[in-house]
């Protein structure tokens, strides 16, 4: 009786803290997948929340005297969760960028297939192989577990309805878009490197020998010099995505404290 009397005493503040998981689980890489279903999220959000309501510092001013209180403080929650999955996933992008990037000088964008992660929407060849990478290494490096990690943490730096937008905020998600195509330029280096100088060939073949199908004799090299590069840089990869994981918490962490000093 006293575990029911204390849930409903409480019930504003689980609701709370139900809202900023949901909204992160709605975003965040692995746990938003089409084929997990929504009744799995929401149970999972649940059990969450039940574990975190008894160790988490309620702030005194909290104040959820009515409905439209907890309806507005529900929102920031709801958006602030959003945000910090929007976050993960906007890294994890760095793998489409990078594969677009690919396949268009390989020439592989003519052809496409299913996003594993979107059913309703279409990927390059080069990103859905490289996604499916990414995601068993971020699984192998406990990546999902860091996750929910930050999740709690985030309670602990940006309490209850202490969400507030400011300049140091809307600096630090410019900056965080601009380290992500940065990124994702330097994972496709290798490729466009390779087939920038097979075309600076071709172009010197194509003065001195104009008898010569530049366009069908290049094509096939292209695609077989890209798949070769590629299979070459695979094992550097590994790393590179670890390294893409710790710069992901690294400005999670870094918006969650602009939130605060802002």
């Not at 997990?36 to 959000?45: E, Q, R, T, W």
């Not at 975190?52 to 929650?77: R, S």
Request: charged residues 10%.
């Amino acid at each position: 009786m006293e575990i029911i009397e204390l849930l409903l005493d409480q019930m504003g503040i689980l609701l709370l803290i139900f809202a900023r998981i949901v909204g992160m689980l709605m975003t965040a890489p692995i746990f938003n997948q089409n084929n997990i279903p929504a009744y799995v999220k929401l149970g999972f959000s649940l059990i969450l929340a039940f574990i975190l309501l008894p160790i988490l510092a309620v702030p005194t001013n909290l104040q959820l005297e009515n409905f439209f209180q907890l309806m507005l403080l529900g929102t920031k929650e709801l958006a602030l969760g959003i945000m910090i999955g929007f976050i993960c996933y906007l890294f994890f992008s760095i793998v489409y960028i990078a594969g677009h990037l690919i396949d268009m000088e390989i020439g592989f964008s003519i052809a496409s297939v299913l996003n594993p992660m979107d059913e309703n929407e279409e990927i390059a060849l080069s990103a859905n192989l490289i996604f499916v990478m990414a995601i068993l290494v971020f699984l192998s490096v406990n990546g999902h577990h860091k996750l929910i990690q930050v999740l709690k943490q985030s309670f602990d730096i940006i309490p209850i309805g202490g969400l507030t937008i400011n300049g140091l905020m809307i600096e630090k998600l410019i900056s965080i878009f601009i380290s992500i195509f940065v990124i994702a330029f330097k994972f496709a280096a290798p490729i466009i490197v390779a087939i920038f100088l097979t075309n600076v060939l071709l172009g010197i073949l194509a003065r001195t020998m104009p008898q010569m199908n530049v366009f069908v004799v290049g094509m096939p090299i292209k695609i077989l010099l890209g798949m070769m590069v590629l299979f070459i840089v695979f094992p550097l990869y590994i790393g590179f995505f670890e390294y893409i994981f710790d710069t992901m918490f690294e400005h999670l962490w870094q918006l969650l404290h602009a939130i605060v000093k802002g």
